[in-house]
């Protein structure tokens, strides 16, 4: 392991765009943590355009996985939760090069997860909570048994990141360990959903009531990055304006039904305005905080 991360250390030192270089051996045969290869080379470059390569190689009999990537695509994935495994890539891995601190300081701050990185993550959990919750409702509508089964699985599974993420803990490193200790009421669910005698219909429509009670009281709270935005200013945004603001673009959500569901619950205005483009056979839906 020292001559391949020599190696690596050796083969990107001299380029002039590194700005770090971390190495990370997979733990385990059968852990994803590196995509199935044995040994991940994580490389940071400062370049004028969006960056984001893999290469496989092979080096004294090792697979290794090189990941190529730019500081802003870098926080693109910390923030949207695109690729998971990057905490962890971070927070283990061990760092080889780190130019002006450069590695340091984002291990740092994953390490004391800031609030403006909580409500980014818990707001990206929030909308694939409400997304799969309102998903596995219509299975039952549908008596699509399994699917809505399924997608309740996956709704606890969001709940349970946004409890761990209110506590502080990134729910990348772990979840139902973690929950278990800080939230054992969500734990109980998983527990009813999976193991429970009742069949599963009940199981399910059990579940689904405890998650309908969440959507409607962490509504406002895990959502309070788009109230923010949505705050910072007089005029109504439009869809497109709230799409492209710098907090949001980078997490890659369902915005349209978690604006819909806010408006329903008058968190938020939807106004219509004439169309910028002159459309009048239209008007322009946006929004604004309610009064």
């Not at 923030?79 to 080889?96: A, D, K, P, Q, T």
């Not at 450069?102 to 403006?116: A, D, G, I, N």
């Not at 209110?166 to 009421?185: A, D, F, S, Y």
């Not at 569901?261 to 056979?281: M, S, W």
Request: hydrophobic residues 40%; aromatic residues 8%; contains cysteine.
């Amino acid at each position: 392991m020292e001559h391949i991360k020599k190696h690596f250390a050796g083969r990107y030192q001299a380029e002039p765009d590194l700005v770090g270089l971390a190495v990370i051996e997979n733990p385990y045969p059968y852990n994803p943590l590196v995509d199935g290869l044995d040994i991940l080379v994580l490389v940071v470059l400062e370049k004028d355009r969006s960056l984001n390569e893999t290469e496989h190689v092979q080096l004294e009999g090792k697979r290794v996985l090189i990941r190529i990537i730019d500081p802003s695509s870098l926080n693109e994935w910390l923030s949207g939760g695109e690729n998971r495994n990057i905490i962890e890539w971070l927070v283990r891995g061990e760092i080889l090069v780190d130019r002006d601190g450069y590695m340091s300081s984002v291990r740092e701050r994953l390490l004391q997860f800031p609030e403006s990185m909580r409500e980014q993550k818990q707001f990206a959990e929030f909308a694939s909570f409400l997304r799969t919750y309102l998903q596995a409702k219509q299975d039952l509508v549908d008596s699509n048994l399994l699917d809505a089964y399924s997608h309740t699985l996956t709704a606890l599974n969001h709940w349970a990141h946004i409890v761990l993420i209110e506590e502080g803990h990134h729910p990348e490193l772990t979840v139902w360990k973690q929950l278990k200790r800080v939230h054992p009421g969500i734990y109980k669910l998983y527990e009813e959903l999976t193991v429970s005698p009742e069949t599963l219909e009940q199981r399910v429509q059990l579940v689904m009531l405890g998650c309908e009670f969440s959507i409607m009281s962490k509504m406002k709270t895990s959502c309070s990055l788009l109230l923010g935005v949505l705050a910072s200013r007089e005029e109504p945004w439009s869809i497109a304006e709230l799409q492209s603001h710098p907090s949001i673009n980078v997490l890659h959500v369902d915005l349209s039904l978690v604006l819909q569901k806010l408006v329903q619950r008058e968190y938020i205005r939807e106004v219509a305005v004439i169309h910028e483009l002159g459309d009048i056979g239209a008007l322009e839906l946006r929004y604004m905080t309610a009064i």
